[in-house]
Every structure is written in structure tokens, then in C-alpha cells.
């Protein structure tokens, strides 16, 4: 089984600024990853696809790249709204998702 | 607006046995690889099962096979799983959810749309 895991687990970062979150995979899934943004009681959203790709009406703050077993979701410039927990999902292999990154605005 | 709403979750004894449905609406269901995914309380996300678009193909997470079974009725647009053997760490709210389709690919395990998730638990 592919292993995903993300890092950090909890992130506090103030409005405006530059976040990066990370996710590795335990063996290459060439470029099938995909993000996501849950917030408290809700789905899951999809934000990234295929390592970058920015799914239809997400803002182009968010960005993602990589490839292999290392890659990053980029907020350019952090938004009050963007408060949420982050999934990174490996879809090389069936489907595998991380742990999860709680991002607070400080 | 595309929509999927899931029912039939509740309270259940271990060992006993729940079936969840999915309704979907606003899209053409058949087009699409569909899945269950499962989130439970103050935890992560964990692909459960995903169905081809005719039913052909159905994979499972090592955790529920031979005691979850996905199906499909595309007439009815509507998604199910059956679930056996129900154990406490199966507690969860279980979303379901659709498969991603781009340039005229469907992938079976990217979810752009999510139903709102039914809660199961399992429990005496």
C-alpha cells in the first residue's frame, strides 16, 4: 500500500502570507495527486488535480507541483476564508489519502 | 446544480448490517466512476470502495472486503453500499462521491463532487 503522509500537521500563518504544505509518498506515484479542503461539518472540496491542475472555480491563489513522491500545495497569499483542513490523495494506486494539515489564521 | 445526497445511515450493533443509498442528480450518473469514502469521528479521510461507470469494475479497501459490496442503478441514478459485519471501527460518516472526468478522461478515484455524508455507527 502507498503511503501518504503530510507535513506539518497544524499550520498558523497570518492573512497575506505565502503557506506551503507537503506530502511524500511512500513509493513514486508520478503525478496522480490531488488536493483537498475540508472545513469543520463539511465535504471535502477538490482544489488540485494531476499534482497541479486547479479544478474549475477554485481562486488561483492555491497552487500545486511536484512529482514522484514529493509535493506541495502553495497558497500565494493566505485569505481569512482559507481556514480548513488540507488533504493530500494518491490516485496512482486505488486511492490513499494523507493525515491532514489544520490551517489556522492567526 | 449537481447534487448527491446520501441516506440510510444510523445506529447499529456490531455484527449486524446497513445499506446506504446515494441519489444523484444534475449530471449524467452513468458517465461517471463513483465511490464511497469514509471519515471517522475527529479523523482523516479513507476511500472505502468505487464502482465503474456500467458496474464492471468494483474495488474495495482491504478493511471491508467480503463485508461491503458497492452497486449501482444507473436507471435510478443512484449509488448504494451494502455493508455486513459491521464492526465499531467502521463508525464513521460516510460520503458519497463522484469521479473526476477532464479532457475526456475519467478518473476513478479523484472526487469532484461530495453528497453531504451519512454518519454510521456502530455500536451496543
Not at chain 2, 13 to 25: I, K, M, N, W, Y
Not at chain 2, 90 to 118: E, K, L, M, P
Request: proline residues 3%; hydrophobic residues 30%; contains cysteine.
Amino acid at each position: 500500500d502507498i503511503q501518504m503522509t503530510q507535513s506539518p500537521s497544524t499550520l498558523s500563518a497570518s492573512v497575506g502570507d505565502r503557506v506551503t504544505i507537503t506530502c511524500r509518498a511512500s513509493q513514486s506515484i508520478s503525478s496522480w495527486l490531488a488536493w483537498y479542503q475540508q472545513k469543520p461539518g463539511k465535504a471535502p472540496k477538490l482544489l488540485i488535480y494531476k499534482t497541479s491542475g486547479l479544478e474549475t472555480g477554485v481562486p488561483s491563489r492555491f497552487s500545486g507541483s511536484g512529482s514522484g513522491t514529493e509535493f506541495t500545495l502553495t497558497i500565494s497569499s493566505l485569505q481569512p476564508d482559507d481556514s480548513a483542513t488540507y488533504y493530500c490523495q494518491q490516485y496512482n494506486t486505488f486511492s490513499t489519502f494523507g493525515q491532514g494539515t489544520k490551517l489556522e489564521i492567526k | 446544480e449537481v447534487h448527491l445526497v446520501e441516506s440510510g445511515g444510523g445506529l447499529v450493533q456490531p455484527g449486524g448490517s446497513l445499506r446506504l443509498s446515494c441519489a444523484a442528480s444534475e449530471f449524467t450518473f452513468s458517465s461517471h466512476w463513483m465511490s464511497w469514502v469514509r471519515q471517522a469521528p475527529g479523523k482523516g479521510l479513507e476511500w472505502v470502495a468505487n464502482i465503474k461507470q456500467d458496474g464492471s469494475e468494483k474495488y474495495y479497501v482491504d478493511s471491508v472486503k467480503s463485508r461491503f459490496t458497492i452497486s449501482r442503478d444507473n436507471a435510478k441514478n443512484s449509488l448504494y453500499l451494502q455493508m455486513n459485519s459491521l464492526r465499531a471501527e467502521d463508525t464513521a460518516v460516510y460520503y458519497c462521491a463522484r469521479g473526476f472526468c477532464s479532457v475526456g478522461i475519467c478518473h476513478g478515484n479523484v472526487f469532484d463532487i461530495w453528497g453531504q455524508g451519512t454518519m454510521v455507527t456502530v455500536s451496543s
